[in-house]
């Protein structure tokens, strides 16, 4: 198993511009999640789904928003990029549905500049 | 979550066993003790959970005191690659995905 992948590794965006943050996981895992690190800081969850075609938010989604088609991806879009949105993004999948048990992907490094 | 309180930061030496506490002391009956951690620039590790009983696993041993307001996890023989800010967690079940990371402890290990 690859576990979970995070495409790209690092990106940068001028203010503005927009990308999508891909996500995915081959451990059929039904609960995935999305998190911020800023420097120095804890993580942050974004938004979470527990199942392809459902997703809520977590303590911070202004700016972002995610769909899940599939059980494999969860991806992440930015959709006017700001300076306040650089940050190291990290995925994670979860073996129970309350995302207790999470495993995290490599993260996505984010410069807006 | 329930609120937790670990230390800032600890000090090892390589091969002897690293010690990090956790106070939990608002715990309620069904709630579950977490052990993350992140080593530098990478995302964040499962190490272990538990309940109420004592857990080994091939990374970790969690104790958890008998009225549940502590624990301590327990990494054997730490090595240099164990270096990394520890994060106790305790997850409230009705806050679906909601894991709160906190400053954690961090672990230095030296030769």
């Known amino acids: 198993n690859a576990g979970v992948t995070q495409t790209p590794k690092f990106q940068v965006l001028k203010t503005g511009q927009s990308m999508t943050l891909q996500c995915a996981q081959d451990?059929?895992?039904?609960?995935m999640s999305w998190y911020r690190q800023d420097p120095g800081m804890g993580l942050r969850l974004i938004h979470y789904?527990?199942?392809?075609?459902?997703?809520d938010q977590g303590e911070v989604p202004n700016g972002y928003n995610v769909s899940r088609s599939t059980t494999e991806d969860f991806p992440l879009r930015l959709l006017s990029a700001a300076p306040s949105q650089t940050s190291v993004y990290f995925c994670?999948?979860?073996?129970?549905?309350?995302?207790?048990?999470?495993?995290f992907g490599p993260g996505t490094r984010l410069l807006v500049l | 979550d329930a609120k937790t309180t670990q230390p800032t930061s600890m000090d090892c030496a390589e091969g002897r066993a690293a010690n990090l506490p956790c106070n939990h002391s608002?715990?309620?009956?069904?709630?579950?003790v977490y052990w993350y951690r992140q080593i530098h620039s990478q995302g964040p590790q499962y190490i272990i959970h538990?309940?109420?009983n004592n857990e080994t696993n091939e990374m970790a041993s969690l104790i958890i005191t008998e009225d549940r307001k502590s624990s301590t996890l327990i990494l054997p023989h730490a090595t240099l690659r164990d270096t990394a800010v520890y994060y106790c967690?305790?997850?409230?079940?009705?806050?679906?995905?909601?894991?709160?990371f906190g400053q954690g402890t961090t672990l230095q290990v030296k030769p």
């Open positions: 994670a999948s979860s073996t129970d549905i309350w995302g207790e048990t999470q495993y």
């Open positions: 451990m059929n895992h039904e609960y």
């Open positions: 789904s527990v199942g392809a075609g459902i997703t």
């Open positions: 608002t715990i309620s009956g069904n709630e579950y």
């Open positions: 538990g309940l109420k």
């Open positions: 967690i305790v997850p409230r079940p009705s806050n679906t995905g909601k894991l709160i």
